[in-house]
């Protein structure tokens, strides 16, 4: 928003995170953050704070907090998204317009006009659509813009335009709608993006039970302008702050409204995803000789996608560490995410490097398709190694290259 030419203040109750970014450091990695950052904050058009009266007189407030998955149940906690809203309602001025950007339940942003109104302000909801590692540049020129307001309301309707005047005037495609329809976009395209990737998965299932080739058949249907070949990649499958969590609440929305029969496929969705992480160990097992146990395994990649250093619900860490508990020698190496991972997986054991990694190794798995790691050199790692099996989780090495050099090579949905 700064960087877009606004005056911006940014608020959070993490006092640590504050002064971060106060001194122009991210607290993620994300590829052009932290040089949009220093940049933005050179101009004095940003600034960040704990204290939540620095909102007084703004004229648009951004909600932008996290809706994570509530303990015990496949429901959005929605705690931060009310926090918020009640920690702003005291310094709404008549005329402001709130602006969601949390994917939340359907339903979520009548309930919450209904507090922000009683204060002559207005709401609008404005789903988010950043993809990890790209999203720089889906903020700055995003491929679609959602509004979600009242009937009537174009008094929000012309301050989102204001804001994304630069965007719009770049031919960024339009929607005006309800509250309820905006809601469901954002959790309607995850719930699409997961089950392509699921089919694919599910598809790659049949494959190794009948010798077809999984990436094959990708590319053979993906040429098809129907389906497209984008989210057909079989391998370890989704995971990250968004998909696993949202088309669980999608399906503890729709049970709660009485149509859970129309929703009912994503149960499938997301036990298909599952399903790849238990298909990795076994393969694990394979190409150590049938079990994993006292064997060193490598595992390149812990991050749940490139360019990325988030592990929430990551298949890569998840799989190093069910393999740990199985009794194997688990060395871990990601270009970003090991300090992310050991926050949560402390006992695992990290070193920097692909090499590092695979030295002395019975089995190399690589889980996350980073550049450097689908780079490799089969030969300059084979030297390192103490056995060359490799397990391909993302589909993104030539195996011909791979088994010219004596490795054995397994993945996914191919023979």
Request: proline fraction near 5%; glycine fraction near 10%; hydrophobic fraction near 45%.
């Amino acid at each position: 928003m700064a960087e877009l030419g606004h005056e911006v203040v940014g608020i959070d109750v993490d006092s640590a995170k504050v002064a971060q970014l106060s001194a122009g450091t991210a607290p993620f990695y994300e590829p052009g953050l932290p040089e949009l950052l220093e940049s933005s904050l050179a101009t004095g058009r940003l600034r960040f704070t704990t204290d939540v009266a620095e909102v007084r007189g703004c004229d648009v407030h951004f909600l932008a907090v996290g809706t994570p998955q509530q303990e015990g149940s496949y429901a959005a906690d929605l705690t931060y998204v009310d926090a918020a809203t009640n920690a702003l309602l005291p310094y709404l001025a008549p005329g402001a317009v709130v602006v969601g950007k949390s994917t939340v339940p359907v339903g979520t942003a009548a309930r919450l006009a209904e507090l922000i109104e009683g204060t002559g302000a207005r709401l609008a909801w404005n789903p988010e659509f950043l993809r990890e590692g790209f999203a720089v540049k889906d903020t700055i020129a995003p491929d679609r813009l959602v509004y979600g307001v009242r009937p009537g309301d174009d008094a929000s309707v012309e301050a989102l335009d204001g804001i994304y005047a630069a965007a719009i005037g770049n031919g960024t495609p339009r929607v005006v709608t309800d509250f309820a329809t905006a809601e469901l976009v954002k959790v309607a395209a995850n719930a699409f993006l997961a089950t392509k990737i699921s089919f694919i998965n599910a598809m790659a299932e049949v494959a190794e039970a009948t010798g077809a080739d999984v990436t094959q058949l990708a590319d053979a249907i993906g040429y098809d302008a129907r389906i497209g070949r984008r989210f057909l990649n079989a391998g370890l499958g989704f995971g990250g702050g968004c998909l696993p969590k949202d088309i669980r609440a999608f399906m503890a929305r729709a049970e709660e409204l009485g149509v859970d029969q129309a929703l009912g496929f994503l149960r499938e969705v997301d036990s298909i995803n599952l399903r790849r992480r238990e298909r990795m160990i076994d393969l694990a097992r394979e190409v150590c000789g049938g079990t994993v146990r006292g064997k060193r395994i490598a595992v390149l990649g812990l991050a749940f996608k490139p360019d990325s250093d988030d592990v929430r619900d990551s298949p890569a860490l998840d799989v190093a560490a069910r393999l740990a508990e199985l009794g194997a020698i688990v060395i871990a190496t990601d270009p970003q995410a090991i300090e992310t991972s050991r926050r949560l997986r402390p006992t695992l054991d990290y070193v920097a490097t692909a090499r590092e990694a695979a030295r002395d190794a019975d089995a190399v798995l690589l889980l996350t398709e980073w550049n450097e790691y689908r780079q490799l050199d089969p030969e300059e790692l084979g030297s390192a190694v103490g056995h060359r099996a490799i397990v391909d989780g993302r589909n993104c090495l030539d195996p011909g290259q791979w088994r010219a050099a004596d490795w054995t090579y397994r993945a996914l949905g191919r023979p």
